[in-house]
Nanobody
C-alpha cells in the first residue's frame, strides 16, 4: 500500500556530501514519523535521523551537526543531507515510515560508500 523508494547513494571521498531522497507512493503528511536508518556489514541497523508530521526532528549523536533530515510534503519526499562524510558512515541507508494502518514501511535501501 505504501511504497518507499530511496535514491541518491553513491561513492564519495571523506569530507564529501550526498543527499538521499525517499519518495513515497502516497502522501507522507499523515505518517507520524519518517526516518532514515543505516545498516553496515556486521552491525545492527541503527537510527540515523527521524522527522515527525509536526516537523520535529531527531538525529543520532554520531551524525548530529553533519546530517540533516527534512521533508517536502508536496513532493511526498523525505531527504537526508549528509555532509562531512566519514568512512564509518558507509552503509546501506534505508527509509522508514510509520505507523500507517498500524504498520511500518521500509524501502529497499541505497548504498553509501565513503572512501578514505
Amino acid at each position: 500500500q505504501v511504497q518507499l523508494v530511496e535514491s541518491g547513494g553513491g561513492l564519495v571521498q571523506t569530507g564529501g556530501s550526498l543527499r538521499l531522497s525517499c519518495a513515497a507512493s502516497g502522501s507522507i503528511f499523515s505518517i507520524n514519523t519518517m526516518g532514515w536508518y543505516r545498516q553496515a556489514p556486521g552491525k545492527q541497523r541503527e537510527l540515523v535521523a527521524a522527522i515527525t508530521s509536526g516537523g520535529v526532528t531527531k538525529h543520532a549523536d554520531s551524525v548530529k551537526g553533519r546530517f540533516t533530515i527534512s521533508r517536502d510534503n508536496a513532493k511526498n519526499t523525505v531527504y537526508l543531507q549528509m555532509n562531512s562524510l566519514k568512512p564509518e558512515d558507509t552503509a546501506v541507508y534505508v527509509c522508514q515510515g510509520g505507523p500507517v494502518g498500524g504498520m511500518d514501511y521500509w524501502g529497499k535501501g541505497t548504498l553509501v560508500t565513503v572512501s578514505s
